[in-house]
Nanobody, 119 residues
Framework: QVQLVESGGGLVQPGGSLRLSCAAS????????MGWFRQAPGKERESVAR???????YYADSVKGRFTISRDNAKNTVYLQMSSLKSEDTAVYYC?????????????WGQGTQVTVSS
């Protein structure tokens, strides 16, 4: 069984920073793409950033220049460094990963962590 466990959310003032972490654990052969998504109240879940196994990164236009995604393949962990946070960044942030199990790829999700940007 594969689990993704997120940490690092919380309350931060506008202009502040937070770092989210998401670690994959369980029995699997490897982890391919990993990414962060978010869902604000009353809105659909949207992609924030993603990173391939080789380290290529992609960002939503709304976070370019402010957020940085990275990963530690040895720890099967993905990070999201968020800076210059705005109130519109308030959402539940979810980690997603494509995990290889018994030769097949499966999508897994974390439980979500709340990020609130408010003064």
């Amino acid at each position: 069984q594969v689990q993704l466990v997120e940490s690092g959310g919380g309350l931060v003032q506008p202009g502040g920073s937070l770092r989210l972490s998401c670690a994959a654990s369980g029995s699997f052969a490897g982890v391919n793409a990993m990414g962060w998504f978010r869902q604000a109240p009353g809105k659909e879940r949207e992609s924030v950033a993603r990173i391939t196994a080789g380290g290529n990164t992609y960002y939503a236009d709304s976070v370019k220049g402010r957020f940085t995604i990275s990963r530690d393949n040895a720890k099967n962990t993905v990070y999201l460094q968020m800076s210059s946070l705005k109130s519109e960044d308030t959402a539940v942030y979810y980690c997603g990963a494509v995990v290889v199990v018994a030769g097949y790829q499966y999508d897994y999700w974390g439980q979500g962590t709340q990020v609130t940007v408010s003064s």
